[in-house]
């Protein structure tokens, strides 16, 4: 069960991390709570009895030590879990990083899941009411810049780092490609194998009255809603159009921009990967204003790095700015995309936190950055 998992890793992780112990009687009497929100895996708090006095506060911040989170796996077969739970291991040690947030750990790893600390007090943020305030904003910029500029994935890779100057722009470019081509390329191969075997429909109840998926990816690939007498013919057709459009984003992408910051990313910062603190209201803010001091890395976290790779820098960024437009409760809206100033805003803030990882000063590498942010405002509005 939920519980026996928990019981068994955050008592052999408390004991060999010298942290309070609870009693083997607290362990017992878990509480086990459904997380909401989790849109590839499963989520469950686990609530042990805590060693605190009745009377002490539940809300204070401290008070977290008896609650976890079990995450049980989903997306078989799209993630490698042992290379991605040896990440976020190495994202949440504090001797190597210090880039996510600070009550961020990993408990433990079983097999089609793993333990991990609770944050209390936070909130998921909202796409709607949420990502427009500038302060989160500029938070976010922030934390994808020390991401980008402060981690490395691997052992490997910060060796080879460090025999560069002025960190990983150039040197994982060479050695590294990004993850974007060959994630896109086997999620195409997929979506032609589950086609073609007439695999992939809709699970709804009244999925007889919906159009099918098979015509909807035809549409969006092609142009038509078949063109191929049988539904392996067509999933050819799909996956042909789907491999050439990539290929020609691929050229495109290396021939204009050749020296395109390659770094570690999260890939998927949207507002269920965003938790805020509380505090801050959850209402619709109409004017998108507040106290940009209410934004910081304590009350900000980005959460869930499953689909963390090497990749475009400026992917983070563009992704960013696009789940602005889009939620879990209903279709994009175009209209929400940041204007160009908020962009440039968000981008300033971004290469002036990496310049001060990189430790660049005033001079001829601020003014590449500056002439970078020009850049990327560019891009991210195209992208």
């Known amino acids: 069960t939920i519980i026996e998992v928990a019981r068994v890793i955050v008592s052999t992780w408390r004991a060999n991390n010298s942290r309070e112990k609870i009693t083997e009687g607290d362990l017992k009497n878990g509480k086990v709570t459904v997380i909401t929100g989790g849109l590839t895996n499963a989520l469950f708090k686990v609530d042990f009895p805590s060693n605190k006095n009745d009377n002490e506060n539940d809300d204070n911040d401290d008070n977290d030590n008896n609650s976890v989170l079990v995450r049980i796996f989903g997306a078989e077969g799209m993630i490698d879990r042992d290379v991605e739970t040896s990440t976020f291991a190495r994202l949440c040690d504090r001797n190597l990083t210090g880039v996510v947030h600070a009550k961020l750990d990993l408990i433990g790893r079983f097999q089609n899941g793993r333990v991990e600390t ?93 159009t099918s998926l098979m015509e909807l990816f035809s549409r969006a690939a092609i142009g038509k809603e078949s063109l191929g007498e049988t539904p392996f013919d067509t999933a050819a057709k799909i996956k042909e159009s789907l491999s050439n459009q990539l290929a020609w984003l691929k050229d495109k992408v290396e021939t204009h921009h050749p020296n395109a910051p390659i770094v570690f990313c999260h890939n998927d910062v949207n507002g269920a990967n965003v938790l805020l603190h509380s505090s801050i209201s959850n209402v619709n803010n109409s004017n998108g204003i507040d106290d940009d001091n209410s934004f910081h890395k304590e009350s900000v976290a980005i959460i869930d790095y499953e689909y963390g790779s090497i990749n475009y820098a400026m992917y983070d960024v563009a992704n960013f700015e696009c789940e602005h437009c889009v939620g879990n409760d209903g279709m994009a809206n175009s209209e929400l995309l940041p204007g ?36 990327t405002t560019t891009t991210t509005t195209t992208t």
Not at 355 to 369: M, Q
């Open 340 to 375: 160009a100033d908020r962009q440039r805003d968000f981008l300033e803030e971004y290469v002036r936190q990496r310049n001060e990882i990189l430790k660049v000063g005033e001079g001829e590498d601020a003014g590449r950055a500056s002439a970078a942010t020009t850049t």
């Open 118 to 210: 609770w944050i209390p007090n936070m909130r998921q943020a909202h796409y709607k009411f949420d990502f427009k305030r500038r302060g989160l904003g500029m938070e976010i910029a922030r934390q994808l810049a020390r991401l980008h500029y402060g981690f490395c994935m691997d052992a490997e890779a910060e060796a080879e780092l460090k025999e560069v100057e002025g960190g990983m722009l150039n040197e994982q470019k060479k050695q590294r490609e990004p993850a974007l081509w060959k994630v896109a390329k086997s999620w195409i191969e997929e979506l032609s194998q589950l086609l073609s075997h007439e695999k992939f429909h809709d699970e709804e109840e009244n999925a007889s009255e919906n």
